[in-house]
Protein backbone atom coordinates (compact mmCIF):
# COMPACT_ATOMS: atom_id res chain seq x y z
CA UNK A 1 0.00 0.00 0.00
CA UNK A 2 1.72 3.60 -0.89
CA UNK A 3 1.95 5.83 2.09
CA UNK A 4 -0.42 8.47 2.14
CA UNK A 5 1.95 12.14 1.35
CA UNK A 6 2.67 14.05 4.66
CA UNK A 7 2.78 18.16 4.35
CA UNK A 8 6.00 19.33 4.91
CA UNK A 9 6.16 20.93 8.59
CA UNK A 10 6.30 24.82 7.73
CA UNK A 11 9.88 26.51 8.05
CA UNK A 12 10.73 27.66 11.67
CA UNK A 13 13.36 30.21 12.87
CA UNK A 14 14.88 29.83 15.25
CA UNK A 15 12.34 31.11 18.20
CA UNK A 16 10.30 28.30 16.69
CA UNK A 17 8.10 30.82 14.46
CA UNK A 18 6.96 30.35 10.92
CA UNK A 19 7.38 33.50 8.72
CA UNK A 20 3.44 33.92 8.78
CA UNK A 21 3.90 34.55 12.48
CA UNK A 22 5.68 37.87 11.22
CA UNK A 23 3.13 39.01 8.17
CA UNK A 24 0.49 41.99 8.78
CA UNK A 25 -2.36 43.21 7.21
CA UNK A 26 -3.09 43.47 3.20
CA UNK A 27 -1.27 46.53 1.88
CA UNK A 28 -3.26 49.81 0.67
CA UNK A 29 -0.59 51.67 -0.76
CA UNK A 30 -0.55 51.61 -4.80
CA UNK A 31 0.92 48.94 -6.74
CA UNK A 32 4.69 48.91 -6.61
CA UNK A 33 5.11 51.41 -4.21
CA UNK A 34 8.66 51.13 -3.26
CA UNK A 35 7.41 51.51 0.39
CA UNK A 36 5.97 47.47 0.20
CA UNK A 37 9.01 45.83 -0.68
CA UNK A 38 9.88 47.44 2.47
CA UNK A 39 7.59 46.15 4.94
CA UNK A 40 8.64 42.44 3.13
CA UNK A 41 12.19 43.11 3.90
CA UNK A 42 10.85 43.85 7.15
CA UNK A 43 9.20 40.78 7.50
CA UNK A 44 11.81 38.88 6.59
CA UNK A 45 14.69 40.37 8.36
CA UNK A 46 12.42 40.25 11.54
CA UNK A 47 11.93 36.39 10.44
CA UNK A 48 15.71 35.23 9.93
CA UNK A 49 16.99 37.13 13.36
CA UNK A 50 14.17 35.76 15.10
CA UNK A 51 12.86 38.44 16.66
CA UNK A 52 9.83 38.07 19.20
CA UNK A 53 6.70 39.79 17.56
CA UNK A 54 5.40 40.87 21.06
CA UNK A 55 8.60 42.54 22.05
CA UNK A 56 8.44 44.99 18.80
CA UNK A 57 7.10 47.83 19.18
CA UNK A 58 6.24 50.16 15.91
CA UNK A 59 5.95 53.78 15.35
CA UNK A 60 5.84 55.99 12.45
CA UNK A 61 3.97 59.44 11.48
CA UNK A 62 1.91 60.29 9.03
CA UNK A 63 2.50 59.81 5.24
CA UNK A 64 2.11 56.94 2.95
CA UNK A 65 5.34 55.70 4.66
CA UNK A 66 3.60 55.57 8.18
CA UNK A 67 1.16 53.84 6.91
CA UNK A 68 3.40 50.87 6.36
CA UNK A 69 3.77 49.41 9.57
CA UNK A 70 0.42 48.12 9.32
CA UNK A 71 1.64 46.13 6.45
CA UNK A 72 3.99 43.86 8.64
CA UNK A 73 4.06 42.15 12.32
CA UNK A 74 0.59 42.41 13.14
CA UNK A 75 1.17 40.70 16.92
CA UNK A 76 3.27 43.47 17.30
CA UNK A 77 2.67 46.77 19.25
CA UNK A 78 2.24 49.99 17.30
CA UNK A 79 1.51 53.77 17.39
CA UNK A 80 1.10 56.19 15.14
CA UNK A 81 1.81 59.67 16.01
CA UNK A 82 1.25 62.95 14.61
CA UNK A 83 2.64 64.33 11.54
CA UNK A 84 6.28 64.73 12.14
CA UNK A 85 6.38 63.75 15.67
CA UNK A 86 7.26 60.07 16.18
CA UNK A 87 10.72 60.29 17.60
CA UNK A 88 9.13 62.22 21.04
CA UNK A 89 7.09 59.22 21.09
CA UNK A 90 9.60 56.72 20.61
CA UNK A 91 12.02 58.21 23.06
CA UNK A 92 8.85 57.48 25.53
CA UNK A 93 8.84 54.47 25.13
CA UNK A 94 12.01 53.59 25.79
CA UNK A 95 12.21 55.29 28.43
CA UNK A 96 9.43 53.73 29.93
CA UNK A 97 10.70 50.33 28.66
CA UNK A 98 14.22 49.78 27.43
CA UNK A 99 13.71 46.04 26.85
CA UNK A 100 10.98 46.35 24.07
CA UNK A 101 12.75 46.62 20.18
CA UNK A 102 11.91 50.16 18.44
CA UNK A 103 11.10 50.46 14.75
CA UNK A 104 10.29 53.49 13.86
CA UNK A 105 9.00 54.49 10.11
CA UNK A 106 8.90 57.82 8.50
CA UNK A 107 8.56 59.35 5.09
CA UNK A 108 11.09 62.08 3.81
CA UNK A 109 8.51 64.65 4.31
CA UNK A 110 7.55 63.43 7.69
CA UNK A 111 11.25 63.64 8.71
CA UNK A 112 13.27 66.46 6.77
CA UNK A 113 10.21 69.21 6.64
CA UNK A 114 7.70 69.05 8.96
CA UNK A 115 9.75 66.48 11.55
CA UNK A 116 13.12 68.17 11.15
CA UNK A 117 13.49 69.41 14.43
CA UNK A 118 12.58 66.04 16.29
CA UNK A 119 14.90 63.98 14.02
CA UNK A 120 18.22 65.90 15.19
CA UNK A 121 17.31 65.97 18.66
CA UNK A 122 16.31 61.73 18.33
CA UNK A 123 20.07 61.96 15.98
CA UNK A 124 21.94 63.35 18.94
CA UNK A 125 20.35 60.89 21.56
CA UNK A 126 21.78 57.61 20.02
CA UNK A 127 18.74 56.10 21.21
CA UNK A 128 17.67 52.76 20.63
CA UNK A 129 16.02 52.34 17.69
CA UNK A 130 16.23 51.49 14.41
CA UNK A 131 14.30 54.74 12.20
CA UNK A 132 13.63 54.14 8.61
CA UNK A 133 12.79 56.92 6.15
CA UNK A 134 10.92 55.54 3.21
CA UNK A 135 12.82 58.02 0.74
CA UNK A 136 10.57 59.14 -2.30
CA UNK A 137 11.65 63.08 -2.38
CA UNK A 138 7.79 63.72 -2.36
CA UNK A 139 4.84 63.89 -0.13
CA UNK A 140 3.14 61.16 -1.63
CA UNK A 141 -0.36 61.29 0.48
CA UNK A 142 -1.02 64.78 -0.41
CA UNK A 143 -0.23 63.80 -3.77
CA UNK A 144 3.21 64.85 -5.01
CA UNK A 145 4.79 67.92 -3.51
CA UNK A 146 8.65 68.11 -3.64
CA UNK A 147 9.84 67.44 0.06
CA UNK A 148 13.19 68.79 1.30
CA UNK A 149 15.10 65.67 0.22
CA UNK A 150 14.23 66.45 -3.34
CA UNK A 151 17.35 66.91 -5.36
CA UNK A 152 18.40 70.50 -6.93
CA UNK A 153 16.62 70.40 -10.84
CA UNK A 154 14.44 67.23 -9.99
CA UNK A 155 11.08 67.59 -12.14
CA UNK A 156 7.88 67.20 -10.97
CA UNK A 157 4.95 65.71 -13.50
CA UNK A 158 3.62 69.05 -13.78
CA UNK A 159 7.33 70.26 -14.90
CA UNK A 160 8.14 72.31 -11.34
CA UNK A 161 11.71 72.10 -10.79
CA UNK A 162 13.19 71.70 -7.47
CA UNK A 163 15.51 74.80 -7.39
CA UNK A 164 16.80 74.20 -3.48
CA UNK A 165 18.94 71.74 -2.51
CA UNK A 166 18.26 68.66 0.00
CA UNK A 167 18.57 67.85 3.16
CA UNK A 168 21.24 64.80 3.09
CA UNK A 169 19.39 63.11 6.40
CA UNK A 170 22.38 60.23 6.66
CA UNK A 171 24.96 63.04 6.09
CA UNK A 172 22.99 64.79 9.32
CA UNK A 173 22.56 61.38 10.93
CA UNK A 174 26.46 60.82 11.23
CA UNK A 175 27.13 64.89 12.29
CA UNK A 176 24.47 64.65 14.99
CA UNK A 177 25.35 61.13 16.95
CA UNK A 178 23.94 58.72 15.61
CA UNK A 179 25.57 55.43 15.60
CA UNK A 180 24.76 52.97 12.52
CA UNK A 181 24.03 55.23 9.38
CA UNK A 182 23.44 53.74 5.97
CA UNK A 183 21.13 54.13 2.80
CA UNK A 184 19.37 51.46 0.34
CA UNK A 185 17.04 51.67 -2.41
CA UNK A 186 14.03 49.73 -1.79
CA UNK A 187 14.54 47.21 -5.44
CA UNK A 188 17.90 46.15 -3.79
CA UNK A 189 16.49 43.14 -2.08
CA UNK A 190 19.48 41.80 -0.94
CA UNK A 191 21.25 44.85 0.21
CA UNK A 192 18.18 45.97 1.88
CA UNK A 193 17.66 42.82 4.19
CA UNK A 194 21.07 42.18 5.23
CA UNK A 195 21.15 46.32 6.59
CA UNK A 196 17.56 45.54 8.26
CA UNK A 197 19.72 42.35 10.27
CA UNK A 198 22.56 43.97 11.14
CA UNK A 199 20.30 46.81 12.46
CA UNK A 200 18.31 44.24 14.97
CA UNK A 201 21.65 43.51 15.99
CA UNK A 202 22.74 47.03 17.10
CA UNK A 203 22.18 48.61 20.44
CA UNK A 204 21.92 52.40 19.47
CA UNK A 205 20.12 54.54 16.54
CA UNK A 206 20.52 52.86 13.49
CA UNK A 207 19.17 55.75 10.56
CA UNK A 208 18.43 53.88 7.45
CA UNK A 209 17.42 55.89 4.78
CA UNK A 210 16.15 53.62 1.81
CA UNK A 211 15.17 55.48 -1.28
CA UNK A 212 11.38 53.87 -2.16
CA UNK A 213 10.13 55.27 -5.44
CA UNK A 214 6.58 56.68 -5.85
CA UNK A 215 5.11 54.95 -8.90
CA UNK A 216 1.63 57.51 -8.56
CA UNK A 217 4.08 60.92 -8.25
CA UNK A 218 8.06 60.42 -8.31
CA UNK A 219 9.02 58.01 -11.02
CA UNK A 220 8.63 59.50 -13.91
CA UNK A 221 11.64 61.02 -16.74
CA UNK A 222 13.46 64.05 -14.68
CA UNK A 223 12.98 62.39 -11.47
CA UNK A 224 16.19 61.44 -9.60
CA UNK A 225 14.21 59.15 -7.14
CA UNK A 226 12.56 56.90 -9.67
CA UNK A 227 13.25 53.34 -9.98
CA UNK A 228 15.38 53.78 -13.44
CA UNK A 229 17.12 57.01 -11.88
CA UNK A 230 17.76 54.05 -9.14
CA UNK A 231 19.02 51.31 -11.52
CA UNK A 232 21.41 54.07 -13.37
CA UNK A 233 23.02 55.86 -10.32
CA UNK A 234 23.69 53.18 -7.59
CA UNK A 235 26.73 52.87 -6.40
CA UNK A 236 27.49 50.42 -3.53
CA UNK A 237 30.23 51.98 -1.05
CA UNK A 238 30.90 48.04 -0.11
CA UNK A 239 29.61 44.58 0.09
CA UNK A 240 27.59 43.98 2.57
CA UNK A 241 27.76 40.40 4.97
CA UNK A 242 26.21 39.98 8.09
CA UNK A 243 26.37 36.63 10.65
CA UNK A 244 23.93 36.41 13.67
CA UNK A 245 25.24 35.27 16.80
CA UNK A 246 23.05 32.40 16.17
CA UNK A 247 24.62 31.16 13.23
CA UNK A 248 28.15 29.34 12.81
CA UNK A 249 30.33 32.30 12.68
CA UNK A 250 33.34 30.81 10.49
CA UNK A 251 32.07 31.11 7.18
CA UNK A 252 35.00 31.69 4.55
CA UNK A 253 35.61 35.58 3.80
CA UNK A 254 38.92 37.35 2.60
CA UNK A 255 40.25 39.64 5.80
CA UNK A 256 42.56 41.42 3.51
CA UNK A 257 39.41 43.15 2.02
CA UNK A 258 36.86 43.00 4.18
CA UNK A 259 36.53 45.39 7.90
CA UNK A 260 34.68 43.23 10.29
CA UNK A 261 32.83 45.34 12.82
CA UNK A 262 31.20 42.78 16.30
CA UNK A 263 27.51 44.01 16.75
CA UNK A 264 26.42 44.31 20.47
CA UNK A 265 24.89 40.44 20.22
CA UNK A 266 28.21 39.18 19.05
CA UNK A 267 27.07 39.04 15.36
CA UNK A 268 29.55 40.40 12.90
CA UNK A 269 29.04 42.81 10.41
CA UNK A 270 30.98 41.99 7.75
CA UNK A 271 31.79 45.08 4.61
CA UNK A 272 33.70 44.22 1.81
CA UNK A 273 35.64 47.05 0.04
CA UNK A 274 34.62 47.55 -3.86
CA UNK A 275 36.07 50.14 -5.84
CA UNK A 276 36.88 53.10 -3.90
CA UNK A 277 38.45 52.90 -0.13
CA UNK A 278 35.96 53.15 2.31
CA UNK A 279 36.55 53.27 5.73
CA UNK A 280 32.63 53.01 7.68
CA UNK A 281 34.44 54.03 11.17
CA UNK A 282 35.22 57.72 10.01
CA UNK A 283 32.67 60.29 10.95
CA UNK A 284 35.11 62.90 8.14
CA UNK A 285 35.55 60.01 6.12
CA UNK A 286 31.99 59.05 5.35
CA UNK A 287 30.91 62.85 5.51
CA UNK A 288 33.56 63.38 2.45
CA UNK A 289 32.80 60.70 0.29
CA UNK A 290 29.29 61.41 0.48
CA UNK A 291 29.49 65.35 -0.65
CA UNK A 292 31.85 64.14 -3.38
CA UNK A 293 29.55 61.84 -4.80
CA UNK A 294 26.65 64.12 -4.27
CA UNK A 295 28.59 66.33 -6.95
CA UNK A 296 28.89 64.34 -9.32
CA UNK A 297 25.03 62.86 -9.26
CA UNK A 298 25.68 59.52 -7.46
CA UNK A 299 23.97 58.15 -5.31
CA UNK A 300 25.93 56.03 -2.80
CA UNK A 301 24.19 53.13 -0.96
CA UNK A 302 25.67 50.97 2.05
CA UNK A 303 26.81 51.59 5.20
CA UNK A 304 28.16 54.85 5.68
CA UNK A 305 28.74 55.27 9.35
CA UNK A 306 29.04 52.56 12.14
CA UNK A 307 29.85 53.11 15.75
CA UNK A 308 29.52 49.97 18.22
CA UNK A 309 31.42 51.41 21.15
CA UNK A 310 29.28 54.37 21.73
CA UNK A 311 26.86 54.40 25.04
CA UNK A 312 22.66 54.71 24.08
CA UNK A 313 20.72 56.98 25.60
CA UNK A 314 19.10 54.54 27.97
CA UNK A 315 23.00 53.47 29.17
CA UNK A 316 23.37 57.20 29.32
CA UNK A 317 20.74 57.73 31.74
CA UNK A 318 21.74 54.48 33.76
CA UNK A 319 18.48 52.92 33.95
CA UNK A 320 17.18 50.24 36.61
CA UNK A 321 17.20 46.69 34.70
CA UNK A 322 13.45 46.76 35.72
CA UNK A 323 11.58 48.53 33.07
CA UNK A 324 9.62 51.55 34.30
CA UNK A 325 6.75 50.61 33.10
CA UNK A 326 6.86 47.26 34.96
CA UNK A 327 7.41 48.61 38.65
CA UNK A 328 4.60 48.47 41.03
CA UNK A 329 3.37 51.93 42.57
CA UNK A 330 4.92 51.06 45.84
CA UNK A 331 8.42 51.53 44.03
CA UNK A 332 7.85 54.31 41.96
CA UNK A 333 5.68 56.44 44.00
CA UNK A 334 7.16 58.55 46.92
CA UNK A 335 5.45 57.87 50.14
CA UNK A 336 3.72 61.03 52.12
CA UNK A 337 6.96 60.85 54.42
CA UNK A 338 9.12 61.57 51.60
CA UNK A 339 6.65 64.12 50.01
CA UNK A 340 6.36 65.63 53.32
CA UNK A 341 9.82 66.33 53.88
CA UNK A 342 10.42 67.65 50.15
CA UNK A 343 7.60 70.22 50.90
CA UNK A 344 9.44 71.09 53.98
CA UNK A 345 12.53 71.77 51.87
CA UNK A 346 10.73 74.24 49.95
CA UNK A 347 9.21 76.51 52.40
C1 LIG B 1 0.32 68.72 11.01
C2 LIG B 1 0.08 68.24 9.61
N1 LIG B 1 0.50 68.98 8.57
C3 LIG B 1 0.31 68.52 7.32
C4 LIG B 1 -0.32 67.34 7.09
C5 LIG B 1 -0.56 66.88 5.66
N2 LIG B 1 0.32 65.79 5.29
C6 LIG B 1 -0.04 64.51 5.44
S1 LIG B 1 1.12 63.43 4.93
C7 LIG B 1 2.14 64.71 4.47
C8 LIG B 1 3.49 64.45 3.85
C9 LIG B 1 3.84 63.04 3.70
O1 LIG B 1 5.06 62.91 3.03
P1 LIG B 1 6.11 61.81 3.42
O2 LIG B 1 6.41 61.85 4.87
O3 LIG B 1 7.27 61.97 2.51
O4 LIG B 1 5.35 60.44 3.18
P2 LIG B 1 4.95 59.70 1.82
O5 LIG B 1 3.48 59.90 1.70
O6 LIG B 1 5.69 60.33 0.70
O7 LIG B 1 5.34 58.29 2.05
C10 LIG B 1 1.56 65.94 4.73
C11 LIG B 1 2.21 67.23 4.44
C12 LIG B 1 -0.74 66.58 8.22
N3 LIG B 1 -1.33 65.38 8.09
N4 LIG B 1 -0.53 67.05 9.46
S1 LIG C 1 1.02 57.77 -3.65
FE1 LIG C 1 3.17 57.22 -3.95
S2 LIG C 1 3.99 56.95 -1.85
FE2 LIG C 1 1.75 56.88 -1.72
S3 LIG C 1 1.21 54.69 -1.88
FE3 LIG C 1 1.11 55.55 -3.93
S4 LIG C 1 3.13 55.15 -4.83
FE4 LIG C 1 3.33 54.93 -2.60
MG1 LIG D 1 7.72 60.96 0.81
Known amino acids: MAATPTTPAPKTNHIGLTVIDYRGG ?3 LCAGCGHNAISERVIDAAYEMGVQPENLVKLSGIGCSSKS ?8 HGFNAVHGRMPSVASGVALANHQVMLLGISGDGDTASIGIGQFVHLM ?3 LPIIYIIEDNGVYGLTKGQFSATADVGAKLKT ?6 PPIDTCALAIQLGATFVARSFSGDKRQLLTLLKAAIAHRGTVMLDVISPCVTFNDHEGSTKSYKYLKDHD ?3 QEIGFVPSFENIDVDYDPGTTATVRMHDGSELRLRKLDRDYDATSKTGALRVMAEAHEKGEVLTGVFYVNTHAPSFTELLHLADEPLSRLPESVVRPSRQVLDEIMKGLQ
Open 26 to 28: KTT
Open 69 to 76: PAYFVSRA
Open 124 to 126: RRN
Open 159 to 164: GVINDL
Open 235 to 237: EPV
